[in-house]
């Protein structure tokens, strides 16, 4: 296969195979993907299966499906799913709506505006990109406790339209950076506001990263367990992380349909934001090096 | 001569006059410059004071003291630091349950990542139907659903068991036995490869393919291509993939926590160094003790990034 060029070739054709060889990858690619997969799978498949075949089978084929598991499920311990889920969705949308505003600002600063000691915080806000939370939890819990907030969500949520996730401004900045300056440059001189300028042209022409922002705060959050379990401790206020954890707790080898029936429901909603917005999450990994 | 003196006195006053102006003017523009940029800045300004730095230097305070929410903080100096360092089994044991879990769970991760980078870079067919399945896991497992899953799977019980059973191996219970509960969590980790993996794509593309065409011409073999053109070009990739994965196991919690049933069990086996701080502080409330805990957890990090950006001199190429 070596030394051989023939003709040149596609530049999206990298390394062409030979045919045992590219059908060798497939396998191993498909192998690998059902391993990745298996888990999953047979969370899905234990939640509609009849409660004595749980842990009898490997297959991720149930003998019958029977969707009972989610209705005992739901109705959970002293509170319900319903209530976990909606605790975690208004805290979830709050904290999107929190970060695009602020961090969107703050961006917007940073990346267009010429103001006395820009530079200066510039730095200080990507320092703060390298704290560990740790640091901060303790006096920011007696902060909010002293607030009374403790069992509310405002400690999950306040800091967000504080722009606490810095990670999100310095995306921002990234992006902002690559809007051509002549836009505002010319909707200066004809007297806008900087904050017009924010609003009609930077916003609208940067809904890809705002989008982006929005889609992985909503995901986080969805699945951020340290927060509430450090603020929340009254039942009514869990989010389904809590909740779920409780229902573990309490459940241990008595109800595994329940539980897995909702572990798969508090699933549903972020593999639902990762089949639409699967490009979007995808090259926000590629270009920023977003994990988690 | 009157005349002469009623000029100049005009003339200081339009100077005085002037001068007003001017400082009032540079004002107007001092502030008309600046304001708006702090405006904007406004409420990262208060979280960053309110939130950051205020909680850090509390932090930094605390950690030289006895404080324990009920009684105000008690100065006691180095006693904190002093008692993590020479009498306190518990840290050296969550030290080294996490050190162990980032030496193993960084490296096998970044290499599954770079293979399954470099195989699916073949200008393969369904490229966006492999990333997204091996995506996937990186995704869903920071949730409680999944460490609740992970626990099920390698339970005495579990299904890694039949599955082993099927090849007649009798399989330990791995989560409930100190020596193998690290080893789950750190395959949950390995599994949860994909965001490293599509950050390697994005480095592979940037390799120019006609490097590949000229070494190809003068006959070196695939292998040779790889360990002389992919691997050097890819080090900037795997020194960023490298130090983000290893900050970010340092800072493990969730599954370790639903695994273990919070208690970090079987005999500190997955006491993760996070764990064992929220022990102190929310268990214990020994506030104190346990900010001087993410005092130490900073430092070690900041030693390990420091130790790479340091040694990445050596073997990370950025061409220029």
């Not at chain 1, 505006?113 to 730095?123: E, I, K, S």
Request: glycine fraction near 6%.
């Amino acid at each position: 296969m070596t030394g051989i060029v023939t003709a040149p070739q596609p530049p999206s054709d990298v390394n062409k195979r030979s045919l045992p060889g590219s059908v060798l990858v497939h396998a191993l690619l498909i192998g690998g993907s059902l391993l990745m997969l298996y888990p999953l799978l047979w969370m899905v498949s234990a939640s509609v299966r009849p409660e004595n075949e749980i842990f009898t089978s490997t297959s991720i084929f149930p003998s019958s499906i029977d969707f009972s598991s989610y209705l005992r499920g739901w109705v959970g311990l002293d509170v319900s799913f319903g209530r976990f889920f909606w605790n975690s969705l208004v805290i979830s949308v709050l904290t999107v709506v929190g970060n695009v505003t602020a961090c969107s600002l703050a961006a917007f600063a940073f990346a267009r505006l010429r103001f006395a000691g820009r530079n200066f915080w510039f730095a200080i806000m990507l320092g703060t990109l390298m704290i560990p939370y740790h640091v901060t939890l303790i006096p920011q819990y007696v902060l909010f406790l002293n607030l009374g907030w403790v069992n509310t969500i405002l400690p999950l949520v306040v800091p967000k339209f504080l722009a606490s996730d810095a990670f999100f401004i310095f995306l921002m900045v990234q992006f902002f950076r690559g809007i051509p300056r002549e836009l505002d440059e010319a909707a200066m001189m004809d007297g806008c506001s900087a904050w017009r300028i924010y609003w009609k042209i930077m916003l609208p022409l940067s809904l890809p990263v705002l989008a982006t922002a929005a889609i992985f705060s909503f995901i986080w959050t969805w699945d951020d367990f340290f927060g509430p379990l450090i603020y929340l401790n009254d039942m009514n206020t869990y989010t389904i992380q809590l909740g779920l954890r409780t229902f573990v707790d309490s459940t241990s080898a008595s109800d595994w349909g329940g539980l897995f029936a909702m572990s798969t429901l508090s699933l549903v909603p972020v593999f639902f934001f990762f089949l639409f917005f699967q490009r979007l999450l995808i090259e926000g990994i590629a270009t920023t090096g977003m994990k988690r | 001569m009157n005349n002469a003196m009623r000029t100049m006195s005009a003339e200081a006053a339009t100077v005085e006059r002037y001068r007003g102006a001017v400082a009032d003017s540079r004002f107007k523009r001092l502030w008309n410059a600046n304001a708006p940029g702090y405006l904007f800045l406004l409420p990262w300004l208060l979280g960053f004071f309110g939130l950051t730095l205020g909680p850090a230097l509390m932090s930094l305070y605390l950690s030289f003291t006895d404080f324990d929410m009920l009684r105000s903080p008690g100065w006691v100096g180095a006693a904190n630091y002093v008692r993590i360092a020479t009498a306190d089994p518990k840290f050296a044991s969550a030290m080294s349950v996490t050190l162990t879990y980032v030496m193993l769970a960084v490296p096998f991760k970044l290499a599954f990542a770079l293979m399954v980078a470099l195989a699916l870079n073949r200008g393969i067919q369904g490229l966006p139907i492999y990333r997204a399945i091996f995506y996937l896991p990186s995704l869903l497992g920071a949730s409680v659903a999944i460490a609740v899953l992970w626990r099920q799977l390698f339970a005495g019980d579990g299904l890694v068991n039949a599955a082993l059973a099927q090849f007649g191996i009798q399989g330990p219970s791995w989560i409930s036995h100190p020596n193998y509960s690290i080893y789950t969590l750190v395959a949950l980790s390995v599994w949860q490869f994909g965001s490293p993996m599509i950050i390697f794509l994005a480095g592979l593309r940037q390799i120019p393919q006609d490097m590949y065409e000229a070494a190809s011409l003068d006959g070196a073999s695939k292998f040779r291509q790889f360990y002389k053109i992919t691997l050097p070009l890819l080090t900037p990739v795997i020194f960023f993939n490298a130090v983000v994965q290893t900050i970010d196991a340092f800072k493990a919690f969730t599954p370790a926590f639903i695994i273990s049933g919070g208690t970090g069990g079987p005999i500190n086996s997955t006491l993760f160094y996070t764990l064992y701080l929220y022990q102190e502080a929310f268990g214990n409330f020994r506030m104190g003790y346990a900010s001087a805990l993410a005092w130490i957890l900073v430092i070690i990090i900041a030693i390990f990034t420091a130790f790479s950006f340091l040694s990445s001199r050596y073997w990370v190429h950025y061409d220029d």
